[in-house]
């Protein structure tokens, strides 16, 4: 399996426009998570789905922020209107939860968006 | 929620020696406490994890310890070597919940 993967790797974009992030999580794996990573605040979990449904999006900033997974394979995290705090890097990750209880996070190589 | 707090935020150790970074957690229910390595520019992955039925776990350099009572748990690492220079992750989450809380970072620098 080629591990999650994450697209575009870098953005750079103006403030106000809208702005999408896309992952495929690794074929099997149940649950899926959008982090966000700043030097000041670390590792922030923005959402996550698991069996494609939205669990827990306390994390989401604001509502220029929205997330989907329409199906196993694939989620979109968009931004519009895009802010220059917005900057970071943006990891996506799956797991396979199973009877036990949280499994190995996977992530992506990470989106960094820059928004001038 | 469960808020995970994470200590030192930098540390710099001469290879050869040992490196230890200390976490506490929040919320007693938590059962899972992974160990995460972000090389400069690169994802995070896993290094090591423990759940809480048991109180230490090593792998090669590598150990975790956890102490339930006092809710903290940390991340032992003998023997440093240049190429352990990263920044760490402590974590935490509970059963029946997804959600992993992670900690603020450790940026471990190993001087050769």
């Known amino acids: 399996d080629a591990g999650v993967i994450q697209s575009p790797r870098h953005e750079v974009t103006e403030m106000g426009q809208e702005v999408t992030l896309r992952c495929k999580p690794i074929?099997?794996?149940?649950?899926l998570f959008w982090y966000r990573q700043t030097m000041m605040r670390g590792l922030e979990l923005l959402i996550y789905?698991?069996?494609?449904?939205?669990?827990?999006d306390s994390g989401m900033p604001e509502d220029r922020f929205s997330a989907k997974m329409p199906n196993a394979s694939f989620s979109t995290l968009k931004i519009q209107p895009s802010e220059p705090r917005d900057s970071a890097v943006y990891f996506c990750?799956?797991?396979?939860?199973?009877?036990?209880?949280?499994?190995?996070?996977?992530f992506g190589e990470g989106s960094r968006l820059t928004v001038l | 929620g469960e808020n995970v707090e994470q200590h030192p935020s930098t540390l710099s150790v001469q290879e050869g020696d040992s490196a230890v970074i200390k976490c506490t957690y929040s919320?007693?229910?938590?059962?899972?406490f992974p160990w995460y390595k972000q090389e400069l520019g690169k994802r995070p992955q896993l290094i090591i994890d423990i759940r809480s039925n048991v109180g230490e776990k090593k792998d090669q350099r590598i150990a975790v310890t956890l102490n339930k009572t006092a809710k903290h748990f940390s991340l032992h690492i003998t023997e440093t070597q240049p190429e352990d220079s990263a920044v760490y992750f402590c974590?935490?989450?509970?059963?029946?919940?997804?959600?992993?809380?992670f900690g603020i970072g450790t940026k471990l620098q190993v001087i050769p």
């Open positions: 919320d007693s229910a938590s059962n899972y």
């Open positions: 074929s099997g794996h149940n649950s």
């Open positions: 990750a799956s797991s396979l939860v199973s009877g036990v209880g949280t499994g190995e996070l996977f």
């Open positions: 974590a935490a989450s509970w059963p029946g919940y997804q959600k992993v809380t």
């Open positions: 789905f698991n069996n494609n449904v939205p669990i827990d």
